[in-house]
């Protein structure tokens, strides 16, 4: 499976732009959140056009702890959402899927357009997380700020930004976070109620229940297409942590 890496090249993501637009204006404006904000697919999928229009920021709750998170829109974006969303339902979707229904578009179906971009300008990497890690790279490249990153997506420590957005970390901020005493207290949220043994049986578990059902006939493409969604994220973060020391 390729590895979903960041378009870093200006003229390949101005490409990828005007070929979403031309297929429909909704990708486009999808796309623009996305590396504009950092924010996810899916939250963004999720968005009624009174959720985001005229707004500066979004507040989205993220992982396991309902975490909040404020994500900014700049004013160019803020000016983008504004005119795409002018003389629209506010209660609509901001991004609806086939044009006679008022449904929020699939998070399967976007990964599919993405793709099919992707596929017809010859680039492998283009995936779910291709926006948020567009913008993540974006942003350290204009800022070298990987801890607001890092506290952004909720990452557990610097290293794990860095491998997300492509980048060699620099050792002295991976190492400059990675204290004993973060380390003593994760060992003792693990062993708390037996959370980190119960945590790991439900995700071998989940996966096993997938595997059971791959080959079942009535699968439909959805079910293919969230099963490669979720083995793209599963394989970074595998790599993530078999190469974290």
Not at 58 to 87: C, H, M, W
Not at 147 to 176: D, M, W
Request: proline content about 3%; some cysteine; charged content about 30%.
């Amino acid at each position: 499976m390729n590895w979903v890496a960041p378009i870093k090249d200006e003229n390949t993501l101005n490409e990828f732009r005007e070929k979403l637009k031309q297929l429909d204006n909704k990708y486009y404006i999808m796309f623009e959140i996305g590396i504009g904000t950092g924010l996810q697919l899916q939250e963004i999928l999720k968005f009624k056009n009174k959720d985001i229009t005229n707004k500066d920021s979004i507040t989205v709750k993220i992982g396991t702890r309902n975490n909040k998170r404020v994500f900014k829109i700049p004013a160019e974006l803020k000016q983008i959402i504004s005119d795409y969303t002018r003389d629209k339902d506010p209660d609509g979707f901001l991004i609806t899927g086939h044009a006679s229904s008022s449904a929020a578009l699939s998070r399967e179906q976007a990964y599919r357009v993405f793709k099919s971009v992707g596929h017809s300008m010859g680039i492998s990497s283009i995936g779910a997380q291709t926006m948020r890690k567009t913008f993540a790279w974006r942003y350290y490249k204009e800022t070298g700020d990987i801890y607001y990153l890092q506290e952004l997506f909720n990452h557990a420590s610097p290293s794990i930004t860095y491998r997300y957005i492509g980048e060699k970390p620099n050792v002295s901020v991976v190492l400059k976070k990675m204290t004993p005493e973060e380390n003593e207290r994760s060992r003792y949220m693990l062993y708390l109620n037996n959370s980190g043994k119960d945590r790991l049986d439900n995700v071998i578990t989940d996966l096993k229940d997938i595997l059971d059902k791959f080959d079942n006939p009535a699968n439909n493409d959805s079910f293919y297409g969230k099963v490669d969604c979720l083995l793209e994220e599963l394989e970074v973060l595998m790599s993530t942590y078999k190469n974290t020391k």
